[in-house]
């Protein structure tokens, strides 16, 4: 009986991430297939693609940086819309945008000793727009969440650590079971 408990749940850790994955990109292929509603299974993702490759092109144009231009300027002065559009732009743009903000892994002091510590991301070097000169932004992301918290703190309770980024989120949002290897060093002021 202990055979058969531990074959179990040895195989249950094996699959349930492969059915788990399998599903999901399955799944995502079948919405963005039937946003068209085509007859051809496959074609409405195959469109999709294409058109999103498309708009990524066109926008290296002046005509598309032009058009570009005019729609964020609808969708920004728009009420209640703009805060849609501007809070999945930003957050595309972190993370696949030319731009990146999550490139910056840090550790951040939450007591005075430093003995207790969290990781994120450093979002904002400088908030002297705000009347903070000497602190920066940091995003902590949650554990087996895709959301987090910012958190304003001095500059001199960050230490940058020498990670990769995709690493360190896989660290955080797994509950730290995930491993990577960072050195640590103080953020430059």
Do not use: C
Request: hydrophobic share 50%.
């Amino acid at each position: 009986m202990n055979w058969i408990i531990k074959n179990f749940l040895r195989g249950l850790v094996i699959v349930v991430p492969i059915a788990i994955t399998v599903y999901v990109v399955v799944e995502a292929f079948l919405r963005i297939d039937r946003l068209l509603e085509l007859r051809t299974p496959g074609l409405g993702f195959a469109l999709t693609i294409l058109v999103i490759v498309a708009v990524g092109a066109l926008a290296t144009n002046i005509v598309g940086r032009t058009l570009l231009r005019l729609t964020e300027t609808v969708f920004s002065r728009a009420p209640i819309v703009r805060i849609v559009y501007a809070a999945v732009k930003d957050l595309l743009e972190a993370f696949v945008g030319d731009q990146k903000r999550f490139d910056k892994p840090v550790a951040v002091a939450l007591t005075p000793d430093g003995a207790v510590r969290s990781l994120g991301f450093v979002t904002q070097e400088d908030l002297g727009f705000l009347a903070m000169p000497g602190h920066v932004a940091v995003y902590l992301p949650f554990s087996y969440s895709m959301s987090g918290g910012l958190v304003i703190v001095p500059r001199e309770r960050v230490e940058r650590l020498d990670a990769d980024s995709a690493s360190m989120m896989a660290l955080v949002v797994s509950g730290g079971i995930s491993r990577v290897g960072a050195r640590h060093e103080r953020v430059p002021r």
